[in-house]
């Protein structure tokens, strides 16, 4: 080789690399750009978070000081009645004091001195001194506050509710405990495992019966040849219950944790001595629960998956909810319940000896609409996922939903409340357009009812709109006047458009009844005998079926079932986080006979109550619901759609089981 071409070579390539030094500069001055972003979003996420615990702790103050102030003043009338009482009693004592002075006692009344005195004698005073002073007890939400409960950050391709976790090995070969007995799962993605998802997903495995370590097979955890699953193999050579989780970011993918329950050969034996062919029918489907409630966890060992080989490090599992994914055809998804755990073991705590619990087997629906008679108090209905919309502001994703209605096409129609915008899904969830009015934009959406005529009504803060199957905005009902709010939709028997009217000026409560084909108001209840304390009233949500209204009152924790007909009304419900009991009640939704199921929203939970108002049961979801909203029944395929305002999804629908 010549000199010359030498270097030119040296030449060429200092001028790449002086090319390269600047490049590499340029990207440092973004990195430092894109890193104080992204701090001044998490300081600003922070700032949001205390605002609002702020303005929950001024809203608790205020609430205290209601209930001291109630207290004050009953104890304030109690004092006054007494004092009134004694002064009674003291003027009627002097006069028998003068009159035995006088010696005149025998000519003293005693008959109708006893009958100024006789009620206040009689009357019973109550002991102000065992009367239940408020308290407060702080929640154990905000006790621990971790990093994952902010956020995470991505720093690989994907995302966590890409992922699934799926069960591969039959169910079957996992009831009893045995050295060579293996449980194969897969976290299987439509994208793909690069080397960045490697370094960053781990898994880990715990039998929560003892504290051993869980062997796995690292030659049979492997990553695919398309880099679209990953195998997971361990042995279940110890009876007891045993979890995998996995997690990306330190947050779980899709049905994260699973969890299964592995039986000793004596524990099968007897179980197999006293269960019926039926129950060994049903077991045979409730094996594994994915996504129990993740409740924090003290460190331990994590696996990081970096093929081909595994290294292991250590982390903390976080506290989140996962969305769905498509499992592929071969791969069983991690969507029933497990039927003898529920309870994760605190940090703070060791695990109990004996965390296995065994709930009654499940009741099988009857064929046909749904009904729910044949449930007893105590009995199981359970949700299993078929479709998730995740929270987001995205076009295909719903913010803090409240509202929605199922089109007879089939098309879902949702209010994204917090977003203003009110979105049309095919019966898939794919987005399909935004519903807009021909006026202005909506004002916090809400409720939606669908028409017998095909044709669907919204109600925002400002209107109730009337809306063709295609979403096609076609004339409006009603418009707020400035001093009244209207809350609720449903179309009676009759055709008619009915409402919950709010007024403002005067706190009252109406049950409004329009025609809709005039616009015109046909008919009103008012609801002033049926509700016991205005104040603190918030009827919010209703809902007609077989001839009743429904209503959901959120201020006095209640619900009315009102027959429009003869104005009676049946109320349940009382404030409290016990069987029966509801917090903030929201949607509710009617069974083909009468049986009512609530979205009980403070307390995460939606509740199963009888034709006659008689707690049932809790439901059972996978995955549970956060603060549900609205709730939407498909009676016919046993379908409800749940709305939620925490969590990753936004909108669930479920198959009642």
């Keep these: 080789m010549e000199l010359g071409i030498i270097v030119e070579r040296l030449q060429n390539k200092l001028v790449l690399n002086d090319q390269k030094l600047e490049d590499i500069d340029c990207k440092r001055k973004e990195l430092t750009k894109s890193s104080q972003e992204v701090q001044e979003k998490i300081s600003a996420l922070c ?20 209930e001291f102030t109630k207290l004050e003043k009953e104890l304030s009338s109690t ?3 007494v004092r009134s009482d004694s002064l009674v009693l003291c003027s009627e004592l002097e006069k028998i004091t003068e009159s035995v002075g006088r010696g005149d006692e025998e000519k003293f009344d005693l008959d109708e001195c006893w009958g100024r005195v006789k009620e206040i004698i009689s009357r019973c005073q109550l002991d102000e001194s065992t009367r239940k002073m408020p308290s407060f007890y702080h929640s154990k939400t905000l006790a621990k506050v971790k990093t994952s409960d902010l956020g995470y950050l991505s720093v690989a391709e994907f995302l966590p509710d890409q992922f699934q976790l799926v069960l591969t090995s039959p169910v079957s070969s996992l009831m ?16 793909q495992f690069t080397e960045m998802i490697q370094a960053n997903i781990k898994f880990s495995i715990k039998n929560k019966a003892c504290k051993e370590t869980v062997p796995y097979c690292k030659e049979e955890c492997k990553l695919s040849e398309d880099k679209k699953s990953f195998q997971i193999c361990f042995l279940v050579h110890q009876p007891g219950v045993y ?16 969890v299964l329950r592995v039986a000793s050969k004596d524990e099968m034996v007897k179980e197999e001595e006293n269960t019926t062919p039926e129950d060994q029918e049903q077991s045979t489907s409730l094996s594994v629960n994915p996504g129990v409630a993740r409740q ?73 609409p749904l009904n729910l008679s044949h449930l007893s108090p105590g009995g199981k209905l359970s949700g299993l996922r078929m479709l998730s919309i995740e929270e987001g502001t995205k076009p295909d994703s719903l913010h803090k939903p409240i509202g929605m209605c199922l089109l007879q096409n089939g098309n879902i129609v949702v209010a994204s409340t917090f977003e203003d915008k009110v979105k049309m899904f095919s019966p898939t969830g794919k987005f399909l357009t935004l519903v807009s009015s021909s006026e202005s934009r909506f004002m916090r959406p809400s409720d939606m009812v669908t028409l017998q005529s095909g044709q669907f009504v919204v109600r925002d803060n400002n ?3 009337v809306f063709s199957h295609t979403g096609t905005y076609l004339r409006t009902l009603w418009q707020d006047n400035g001093h009244d709010k209207c809350y609720g939709l449903a179309q009676d028997k009759e055709g008619r458009l009915v409402t919950i009217m709010d007024t403002r000026r005067q706190k009252k409560t109406d049950l409004l009844f329009f025609d809709l084909d005039t616009g015109k108001l046909a008919r009103k209840i008012e ?32 619900v009315y079932v009102l027959d429009p007909t003869t104005i009676s009304v049946k109320v349940f419900g009382s404030t409290g986080s016990g069987p029966g009991q509801v917090s903030d009640p929201a949607g509710l939704v009617v069974d083909t006979v009468g049986n009512i199921i609530v979205a009980d929203s403070r307390n995460h939970r939606l509740c199963l109550f009888s034709m006659e108002g008689k707690f049932v049961c809790n439901l059972s979801l996978s995955p549970e619901a956060r603060r ?4 939407v029944l498909d009676k016919e395929n046993r379908e409800l759609y749940v709305l939620t305002l925490q969590g990753r999804a936004a909108m669930t629908k479920y198959k009642l089981k």
């Design 243 to 258: 979890m995998l989780t996995v997690l990306l970011y330190d947050q779980h993918v899709n049905d994260s944790p699973l």
């Design 463 to 465: 209107r109730v709109q």
């Design 176 to 191: 009893v405990a045995s050295d060579m007995n293996k449980v194969i799962c897969s976290v299987t993605t439509s994208q």
């Design 47 to 66: 700032g949001e978070v205390q605002a609002r615990v702020g303005a929950a702790g001024e809203a608790l103050k205020g609430k205290t000081v209601v």
């Design 79 to 81: 004092r006054e009645e």
């Design 296 to 368: 924090q966890e003290p460190e331990q060992d994590c696996l990081v998956l970096v093929s081909p080989t595994i290294t292991k490090t250590t982390t903390t599992s976080p506290t989140t909810q996962s969305m769905s994914s498509q499992p592929p055809p071969s791969a069983v998804p991690l969507r029933r319940p497990v039927p003898l755990t529920r309870a994760v073991s605190s940090p703070s705590k060791p695990p109990p000896t004996n965390p296995i619990s065994i709930p009654p087997p499940a009741t099988l629906l009857p064929p046909g």
């Design 527 to 558: 609801m002033d005998d049926i509700i016991t304390d205005k104040s603190r009233s918030k009827c919010r949500f209703l809902t007609y079926e077989l001839g009743k209204l429904y209503i959901t009152d959120l201020g006095l924790d209640c």
């Design 628 to 631: 549900p909203s609205g709730v």
